[in-house]
């Protein structure tokens, strides 16, 4: 599929059909204002007319009108075909609109749209849901979808913003959630694999391989951080997971997801150890970094052995929906009480959204109304962390349910250290999903994400050490 649309001369979008006009819909007369006015030579001497005319004022409301706000580009399958072409013509009752990858849209008269040199109001407090996907969003990504940024850290934020917008989106099936994604999906995975690839050079050819896997959704390359992602519901409510879909992926959750943006001068560590990878077939590949610990029968021959870490591309190339993860990491039990306030006395909100090192430009904030209050075993009264939780089980106002935090992640956050009780200004953030067990021995399912920090947290994963467990 995206060779079709990358290679066309040009894309027609049916952005205003209908079955009665098809195609053209009728046209809003807007013959525009033209003036005559007089020529006149450098000796000022009258030599004919020139016209002038106004410049079409409510271009940028046409082009959001007809364009932007179509029920076209509110549809899931349509975003890829939308965002793989190279070149586009919209029929619109306005008349026709040109955009490409590298200048404005425009209309046939050459006047171009001036829509993304708009800025966002600052984010604040409220109440109000989560707006939808800004279209402006939309078409800054279609001018930076050139796939050519030279760190790892710009492609894996490329790929979070498109699935963002992307998982806001209308599908007829829901269980479309991968393949209405899997052209865009190609094309990454092609720029990964290119000699030019903005990811660190791998140790092996299996290493690479690895890092190309694509898991229902996520890359096996940044596999830490795609487990972060966070519910956005907004108007649409709470939720519903989507059957056929592993419960730690953003594919399962049936509304907007987003991730919290992470100040880039901030250091982080990876916790949690990926140990294996298996598919819906059973198709299985132990990560080379961990075959130490993986439980790889020792009569296993070499061949096989290399089979177990060499995972085959189809078996997790761009349409795979199902994978289990098996990881060793530190597991914690702490309790989840009832929500931040985001009305005028939300202190404990800003305070936790401070120390847990939220970026003070993430928004949009009404996503913080499904925060819960998260609290150690020992000192349930003082806030320890946020907790964001898509499972149907944990939107009530429950004030003591206990989860399991499982650690993915550390980032060391500077301010916060003295507030609680460190003899230095920085403190360390722990990135966790929370889980609850499932059928099956050491087997979890993702019922949120969170992040926690304080003294009894380090304590208790300290003394909790690390365990092997499955994610499905």
Not at 242 to 248: A, E, H, L, Q, R
Not at 266 to 276: F, G
């Amino acid at each position: 599929m995206a060779d079709y649309y990358q290679g066309a001369l040009m894309t027609v979008v049916a952005s205003s059909a209908s079955p009665e006009h098809g195609l053209f819909p009728p046209k809003i007369s807007s013959v525009p204002t033209l003036a005559r006015l007089p020529y006149r030579n450098r000796n000022g001497q009258k030599q004919g007319f020139f016209y002038v005319s106004s410049y079409n004022l409510d271009m940028d409301k046409q082009y959001q009108e007809h364009v932007q706000k179509s029920e076209l580009l509110t549809r899931g399958w349509v975003f890829q075909e939308w965002l793989l072409s190279q070149r586009i013509v919209y029929f619109t009752p306005s008349g026709m609109f040109m955009e490409c990858k590298s200048q404005a849209p425009q209309n046939e008269r050459g006047e171009g749209t001036e829509l993304w040199k708009d800025e966002e109001p600052p984010p604040g407090p409220t109440d109000d849901p989560a707006p939808p996907p800004s279209q402006d969003q939309l078409y800054s990504q279609k001018m930076s979808f050139a796939l050519n940024t030279t760190t790892a850290s710009g492609i894996s934020r490329l790929w979070y913003d498109i699935v963002e917008t992307y998982s806001g989106l209308a599908l007829t099936k829901p269980s479309d959630r991968v393949v209405a994604l899997s052209g865009i999906a190609k094309e990454f995975r092609v720029a990964l694999d290119a000699p030019c690839s903005p990811l660190p050079t791998p140790a092996s050819e299996i290493v690479q391989q690895q890092n190309l896997s694509y898991l229902s959704g996520n890359w096996f390359w940044d596999i830490h951080e795609s487990l972060l992602w966070q519910q956005n519901p907004g108007e649409k409510g709470p939720p519903t997971k989507i059957p056929g879909f592993p419960s730690w992926s953003w594919t399962s959750a049936s509304c907007p997801i987003t991730w919290e943006r992470a100040n880039a001068s901030r250091s982080s560590y990876l916790e949690a150890e990926i140990l294996a990878v298996t598919n819906a077939e059973g198709v299985r590949f132990i990560c080379q970094s961990s075959t130490n610990q993986s439980p790889v029968p020792t009569a296993t021959t070499a061949a096989a052995r290399l089979r177990l870490m060499n995972p085959s591309p189809r078996a997790f190339d761009v349409n795979t929906r199902i994978a289990t993860l098996r990881i060793n990491a530190s597991l914690l039990w702490v309790v989840a009480r009832e929500r931040f306030s985001l009305g005028a006395d939300n202190t404990s909100l800003s305070i936790a959204h401070t120390l847990s090192g939220c970026k003070e430009t993430d928004g949009p904030w009404s996503q913080r109304s499904f925060w819960r209050k998260i609290c150690s075993m020992e000192k349930q009264a003082e806030i320890c962390g946020w907790g964001s939780f898509e499972h149907a089980d944990y939107h009530g106002e429950n004030l003591g349910q206990e989860v399991v935090a499982v650690l993915v992640s550390t980032t060391s956050v500077s301010g916060g250290g003295y507030s609680l009780g460190y003899i230095w200004p920085w403190h360390t953030v722990y990135n966790v999903v929370f889980v609850r067990g499932v059928e099956g021995v050491g087997s979890y399912e993702r019922i949120g994400v969170g992040k926690l920090f304080g003294k009894e947290v380090e304590e208790g994963y300290r003394m909790a050490g690390r365990r092997v467990v499955e994610l499905v």
